[in-house]
């Protein structure tokens, strides 16, 4: 199952999107979960109701107010263009964005599981031997959340992997430039290229099947599974 230039340049595009959009969310969502772990009440809830808001939200609602946010009319879409001189929308930029925030709770919420996990006690036992807030969290919660770590950022990455109706509604298909997997195996069905269409969903199927694999051999059944 040998794959074209197209198809190489969009499996090229998935996995450097994949990657940066993993790599923001682990930054944006440590600090998130564990502030949303230490807290209750409504503001909480209603933050925790923001993020999961991808779990039920159909993808093509998301991207197209994404869409509409990124049009070069808006503020938004304008301040981009005099930023880098390109427009947002279509672009690889915004497919990095709508990432970022489809695949928030497949971060979010293992880390925050992770972290509402570690005992208080461990915390407050650093800090009696003068360890600051982020000594306690280098020294004390990493090392207890590693495996819940790996596992957020493999559901990240493999949620990006397997994004079709946000990456469409804002990036289109544009080979070399926004056409990801999924796109590129829309369009290989649509055209009727069978065999094309047959290669990449083999390639998917298998990288679907070895990614969940590991998460399980990591976690054994963990409490980081999603909740909507």
Known sequence: MSLNATELDALRLTVSLAAMTTAILLVLSTPLAWWLSRRQGNVTAFIEAVVAMPLILPPTVLGFYLLLLF???????????????????????????????????????????????????????????????????????????????????????????????????????????????????????????????????AALVVFAMVLLFFLYRVEKGGSWRIRA
Request: proline share 5%.
């Open 71 to 201: 049009a070069p009319s808006t503020v938004v879409g304008r301040l981009w263009h005099e930023l880098t001189g390109s427009q947002l929308a279509f672009s690889f930029s915004a497919l990095v964005i709508g990432s970022v925030i489809y695949s928030l709770p497949f971060v979010v919420q293992p880390l925050q599981s992770a972290f509402a996990r570690v005992p208080n006690s461990l915390l407050q036992a650093a800090a009696t031997l003068g360890a600051t807030p982020l000594d306690q969290f280098r020294s004390v919660v990493l090392p207890l959340t590693r495996r819940s770590f790996i596992a957020a950022a493999s559901l990240g990455f493999a949620h990006t992997i397997g994004e079709f109706g946000v990456v469409l509604m804002i990036g289109g298909n544009i080979p070399g430039e926004t056409q990801v997997l999924s796109i590129a195996l829309y369009d290989s069905v649509e055209s009727l290229r069978f065999e094309e269409a047959h290669s990449l969903a």
